[in-house]
């Protein structure tokens, strides 16, 4: 898979360990929206990313939704969350991703991005130079120009299945 290998592959966001990357020196969460913290169909946190989600504030860190979607879709679930916002990121260009971090005055090296595209947030935390996991879209809905994506997707992740644990990182 080269140059578009995710760093780590999860079932869920929920199953990536926070306090492991607190010890890594993460202060920064970078998470994509649809379908990575909130099912494209319901519009709503399932309870144990809702659960994760309050913790991470609990625990210090910074968060921002960085969001191919424009503000007035993201921007509900930000506030929710006490989150910041970056919409239309453009992602995987790191523009996006490089802002999210100046705006919370932080380093790509205390950044961690979450999303459940390769091609959009795997692929742009690479050319941003962060620390990076891959989450199972959350539902098969997608926007319309999704289908041809998931395809190559599922072509460059064959054979490597998302863990339902966390390994730690090496710091």
């Not at 919409?87 to 999303?115: N, S, W, Y």
């Amino acid at each position: 898979m080269g140059i578009i290998a995710p760093q780590r592959y999860v079932t869920s966001i929920d199953v990536v360990d926070l306090d492991d990357l607190k010890r890594c020196g993460v202060r920064g969460l970078l998470l994509d929206r649809d379908n990575t913290v909130i099912p494209r169909t319901t519009g709503v946190a399932p309870r144990e990313v809702d659960a994760w989600m309050r913790r991470a504030r609990e625990l210090g860190f910074k968060v921002c939704f960085v969001s191919n979607n424009d503000y007035e879709r993201v921007e509900p679930t930000a506030r929710l969350f006490e989150a910041s916002l970056v919409a239309k990121a453009h992602k995987p260009r790191p523009g996006g991703l490089l802002q999210a971090a100046r705006d919370m005055g932080l380093t790509p090296q205390e950044c961690f991005v979450i999303g459940d595209q390769l091609y959009t947030d795997i692929f742009g935390a690479k050319l941003a130079h962060m620390r990076h996991a891959l989450v199972v879209p959350q539902c098969s809905q997608d926007l319309w120009y999704s289908p041809p994506m998931r395809a190559m997707e599922h072509m460059l992740l064959h054979g490597l299945k998302p863990a339902s644990t966390w390994e730690p990182l090496a710091c």
